[in-house]
């Protein structure tokens, strides 16, 4: 009698079929993502994932593809997924802690220390330095304000990974936030050898090149920078003050015009520097009117005080004043610099007292350390018939800085004044040395006010791309 019994294996079928079926899924996902069609890809991924819920792999690939969809919060809740999966993977926490970085920077609601704290874990569980993560490691303590930290973690990330152009870029940004712009020179130049040739890199370059007072450097540095894109106002400002710096008002004025038309009129810093060089081609009127009507649009604090200052130039005392006036009474204004120069245009048209308290109030507010506001408030102290008290004010500038002629020269004034001939011959004759020696102080013809420098341009973030399961 024969066995009627029929044996199967559904068993091996019933296992790979899914299995296979998962792996055509993940791979045409990303051969669609490669192609541009993303939003097949998308269904290609959650199909995957369909199929395994637990496949880490498809999970970042998703938040890959809802990334560039421009779906960052979608991408950042796939990628909490992969980790929660695979919670000691460098690659999926770098790209957890990127995305959470982003979604900071674009809602305010979402900044918090957690893109830090990710982007910590991601460097110490990577088995060897991994330079993606560590330079945006970098970016997120930059965008914390921790230079120091970010520029260790740069130079780590070169170390890891050389060829990272936009890594020198950063680089350069934190030593320029740490006062070296010297070593951000270098490193802007850096970025442009490894390839890194974008617009900021160049206005990066530029600035720090000013900072260093190199015009020609500045110069070509933003002449690259509006070449390569014509409507960036920040570089036409750039470049107006490398003009300036080299002496060339009317090339300067030409290029600060094209910031001011960058952004249709409205862009208080290009109109302060534009003033500033109407001023040093004796075209104040011009200067009065371009302000005046800066300010109607945009009322910035500093845009008063260079109001002022032409209308110092012009002998339009009362209403340089009044600009002048409305400028300390800002929280920019309201510093020693502010009262001082308040003191200066007050001195020429309003009782002595009025400017004696203006110059007062700039030596409080300096902790006392002021020698150009002590030697001003000497000369109206000489001028309201008080030279012993003149003399006071003129030593402490003597003291405060010791190569001060004018100074020397007002004190043994005052201490003729005072009768007190051998004292007084001895301050003339130490201010003639002074001035056959140094030179009177002599202020540069042009100046770039470091508040006035536009903010650095900080590279974007880098992911990575997920590898094969």
Not at 157 to 178: D, I, K, Q, S, W
Request: hydrophobic residues 45%.
């Amino acid at each position: 009698m024969t066995d009627q019994k029929v044996t199967t294996t559904p068993e091996r079928a019933s296992v790979q079929a899914p299995e296979v079926e998962l792996q055509n899924c993940f791979y045409r996902g990303k051969h669609l993502w490669e192609r541009g069609d993303y939003e097949t890809a998308k269904a290609a991924f959650r199909q995957a994932i369909r199929l395994d819920a637990e496949h880490a792999p498809s999970y970042e690939w998703l938040g890959m593809v809802l990334r560039d969809l421009g779906e960052l919060r979608e991408a950042v809740r796939m990628w909490r997924t992969a980790a929660m999966l695979a919670p000691d993977h460098p690659r999926v926490l770098l790209n957890l802690g990127v995305g959470l970085f982003e979604l900071g920077r674009f809602f305010v609601a979402n900044r918090t220390d957690e893109p830090l704290q990710v982007l910590r874990r991601a460097v110490a569980c990577a088995p060897m330095p991994y330079g993606r993560a560590w330079f945006n490691l970098g970016n997120a303590l930059y965008a914390q304000g921790n230079y120091a930290g970010a520029h260790e973690a740069y130079q780590t990330a070169l170390a890891a990974e050389p060829a990272l152009g936009v890594a020198y870029r950063n680089l350069g940004n934190t030593a320029f936030r740490l006062q070296n712009p010297a070593a951000a020179l270098a490193a802007y130049r850096q970025a442009l050898d490894a390839g890194d040739t974008q617009v900021a890199v160049y206005h990066n370059l530029g600035l720090a090149a000013l900072r260093l007072g190199d015009a020609d450097a500045a110069e070509a540095a933003f002449r690259t920078a509006v070449t390569l894109r014509p409507t960036d106002g920040e570089s036409w400002l750039g470049l107006g003050n490398a003009l300036a710096l080299r002496g060339e008002f009317p090339a300067a004025q030409a290029a600060l015009t094209e910031a001011c038309a960058s952004r249709g009129g409205q862009y208080p810093e290009a109109a302060l520097d534009k003033a500033k060089v109407l001023l040093a081609m004796q075209q104040s009127e011009a200067a009065v009117e371009m302000l005046s009507r800066q300010l109607a649009v945009t009322p910035v604090p500093a845009l008063y005080r260079q109001l002022g200052r032409a209308y110092v130039k012009l002998g339009r005392l009362p209403e340089a004043v009044q600009a002048l006036r409305t400028f300390v009474a800002t929280p920019a204004g309201d510093t020693a610099q502010g009262y001082y120069e308040l003191g200066v245009a007050l001195a020429q048209c309003e009782p002595l007292h009025v400017a004696e308290q203006a110059f007062r109030t700039a030596i409080e507010k300096n902790g006392g350390v002021y020698p150009e506001a002590w030697h001003r408030l000497g000369r109206l102290l000489m001028r309201q018939n008080k030279p012993a008290l003149a003399v006071e004010t003129f030593w402490r500038a003597i003291e405060q800085h010791p190569g001060f002629a004018e100074a020397l020269k007002d004190l043994g004034q005052a201490l003729y004044r005072l009768s007190d001939l051998h004292a007084a011959d001895m301050a003339l004759n130490a201010a003639l040395r002074v001035e056959r020696t140094t030179g009177q102080h002599r202020q540069t013809l042009w100046e770039v006010e470091p508040e006035r420098w536009s903010g650095l341009r900080q590279a974007a973030c880098l992911y990575d791309l997920p590898s094969d399961p």
